[in-house]
C-alpha cells in the first residue's frame, strides 16, 4: 500500500488535500506508520508475499446480503493458491466475530491514541488453507 500507483489509484491522496493540518500530519507520520509497522512485524518475512485486504466494507443498505463475504473469499481463494497469508486490520468491535468466520484469527490489537476517545483496531491474519489435488476421473 506504500507505492505511489496504489495511493492515487486508491484515492489516497485526496486525503492531503481534505485533511487539516494536524490530521494530515497524525495520518501521515503517526497512523499511516503505525500500521505499516504492524503489518511487517506480525507478518515478517512473508510482509511482501501476503494479501492485504485495506478498507474492506459495505453499505447499510448491502449489509447482510453477502457481498462483502464474497470479495473476501475472492481474495482468499487467490491466496490460497499461491500459499499466501492474508492480512487485514478491523476497527469494529462486530467484524472479528464475521472474519472469523472466513478463517481469519486475531493475532494483536494496536490502540491509536486521540485527544477524544482511542482508536482500538483488531490485527487479524488468515493463513492459507491447503488445496488438495483433485483427480476425476471421467467414467465412460
Known amino acids: ?20 493540518t ?16 504492524t503489518k511487517a512485524t506480525v507478518l ?4 511482501n508475499d ?8 459495505t453499505r447499510p443498505s448491502a449489509r447482510g446480503k453477502g ?12 491466496a490460497d493458491e499461491s ?15 464475521i472474519y472469523g468466520k472466513m478463517g481469519f484469527e486475531k493475532v494483536c490489537k494496536i490502540e491509536f491514541k486521540r485527544a477524544e476517545k482511542d482508536v482500538c483496531l483488531d490485527i487479524m491474519v488468515r493463513e492459507p488453507i491447503e488445496i488438495e489435488a483433485c483427480h ?4 465412460n
Open 1 to 20: 500500500m506504500d507505492d505511489l500507483y496504489t495511493i492515487i489509484r486508491s484515492g489516497l491522496w485526496r486525503l492531503n488535500y481534505q485533511l487539516c
Open 22 to 37: 494536524e490530521g494530515r500530519t497524525r495520518f501521515f507520520t503517526e497512523f499511516f506508520p503505525l500500521l505499516h509497522e
Open 44 to 47: 515478517g518475512d512473508r510482509d
Open 50 to 57: 501476503s494479501w492485504y485486504l485495506v478498507y474492506v466494507g
Open 67 to 78: 457481498y462483502c463475504r464474497k470479495i473476501i473469499e475472492a481474495v482468499t481463494d487467490i
Open 83 to 97: 500459499g499466501a497469508a492474508c492480512y487485514l486490520e478491523s476497527s469494529n468491535d462486530v467484524n472479528p466475530i
Open 136 to 139: 476425476v476421473v471421467k467414467k
